[in-house]
């Protein structure tokens, strides 16, 4: 079993940028894959960007592409999204999620394949 516990949501102001965390617990060994989703009001949840937990590697929306940064520290068992420049469109909550499986890399932005969620950070942008 493994828990997911999202942190850095907040009130923020267009322009400026946010770290959020997303801390696994339990069988945190047995994770290969990380992602984050996010989800507006009134909209589908979507995929916002994952990484692999050994090799690294990475795949982010095209919607995100250039101002979202997902990394992991694999010895604090946390892995964080980078946001910058924060635009009002990016008002959501954001989730993050673990895949347990061993999957090709093209797999990383398929949600039906997370089993572990966590319950969500709220991060609320101004103009």
């Known amino acids: 079993q493994v828990q997911l516990v999202e942190s850095g949501g907040g009130l923020m102001q267009a322009g400026e940028s946010l770290r959020l965390s997303c801390a696994a617990s339990?069988?945190?060994?047995?994770?290969?894959?990380m992602g984050w989703f996010r989800q507006a009001p009134g909209k589908e949840r979507e995929f916002v960007a994952a990484?692999?937990?050994?090799?690294?590697?990475?795949y982010y929306a095209d919607s995100v592409k250039g101002r979202f940064t997902i990394s992991r520290d694999n010895a604090k068992n946390t892995v964080y999204l980078q946001i910058n420049s924060l635009k009002p469109e990016d008002t959501a909550v954001y989730y993050c999620?673990?895949?347990?499986?061993?999957?090709?890399?093209?797999?990383?932005?398929?949600?039906?394949?997370?089993?572990?969620w966590g319950q969500g950070t709220q991060v609320t942008v101004s103009p």
């Open positions: 990484i692999s937990w050994i090799g690294g590697t990475t």
């Open positions: 339990g069988r945190a060994f047995s994770i290969y894959t």
């Open positions: 999620a673990a895949d347990p499986r061993i999957r090709p890399d093209q797999a990383m932005g398929f949600t039906n394949h997370y089993e572990y």
